[in-house]
T-cell receptor
Framework: DGGITQSPKYLFRKEGQNVTLSCEQN?????MYWYRQDPGQGLRLIYY???????QKGDIAEGYSVSREKKESFPLTVTSAQKNPTAFYLC?????????????FGSGTRLTVV | QQQVKQSPQSLIVQKGGIPIINCAYE??????FPWYQQFPGKGPALLIA?????SEKKEGRFTISFNKSAKQFSLHIMDSQPGDSATYFC???????????FGSGTQLTVLP
């Protein structure tokens, strides 16, 4: 079955550490996205990538970094510069061509600073 | 101009009721309007979507009503069930090269 896999499901980070969240898709989608969701809040865009080796900052990119070396993978690193990283992180993808605009989301990673 | 405003923030209905969630937008270039359903601890899932050339779309108990002149669209859930309790997000898109713009979400509770 095609889909998006995020790992790990739960992640704990110590102060000052960098951590990397994994996002892999086998849908042959061109575009991939990272969103942050805080309790009771909407979705805020962190970074997105329309093609391999290219990505753009979203609305809240400070303290985060990404790479897109393969079409299937779009890992997100939460750096120590991110002052309040505790949140639910969602990865999404979509075809990026034609008129099929719908996103497919992963099941999320819950990051907690300890 | 890229905002999508969603209301209400939360909604409580009895089983069998018809909750209605509303969204409004300003950007007339938006050409795709999906709704997503999210259960706690899960990623959002596409529920139903509409394009601006139609005024209504039904899929099962879920209906989108679209008013192009008012720049508003809404989700109706017929015969709501406790299992429909979730957070619902509307969104809008402008072309395949751009990302979705999401509303702020509505937390729906359907009481048994």
């Amino acid at each position: 079955d095609g889909g998006i896999t995020q790992s790990p499901k739960y992640l704990f980070r110590k102060e000052g550490q960098n951590v990397t969240l994994s996002c892999e898709q086998n849908l042959n989608h061109d575009a991939m996205y990272w969103y942050r969701q805080d309790p009771g809040q909407g979705l805020r865009l962190i970074y997105y990538s329309q093609i391999v080796n290219d990505f753009q900052k979203g609305d809240i990119a400070e303290g985060y970094s990404v790479s897109r070396e393969k079409k299937e993978s779009f890992p997100l690193t939460v750096t120590s510069a991110q002052k309040n990283p505790t949140a639910f992180y969602l990865c999404a993808s979509r075809l990026g061509r034609g008129r099929n605009y719908g996103y497919t989301f992963g099941s999320g990673t819950r990051l907690t600073v300890v | 101009q890229q905002q999508v405003k969603q209301s209400p923030q939360s909604l409580i209905v009895q089983k069998g009721g018809i909750p209605i969630i509303n969204c409004a937008y300003e950007n007339t270039a938006f050409d795709y309007f999906p709704w997503y359903q999210q259960f706690p601890g899960k990623g959002p899932a596409l529920l139903i979507a509409i394009r601006p050339d139609v005024s209504e779309k039904k899929e099962g108990r879920f209906t989108i009503s679209f008013n192009k002149s008012a720049k508003q669209f809404s989700l109706h859930i017929m015969d709501s069930q406790p299992g429909d309790s979730a957070t619902y997000f509307c969104a809008a898109n402008q072309g395949s090269a751009r990302q979705l713009t999401f509303g702020s979400g509505t937390q729906l509770t359907v009481l048994p």
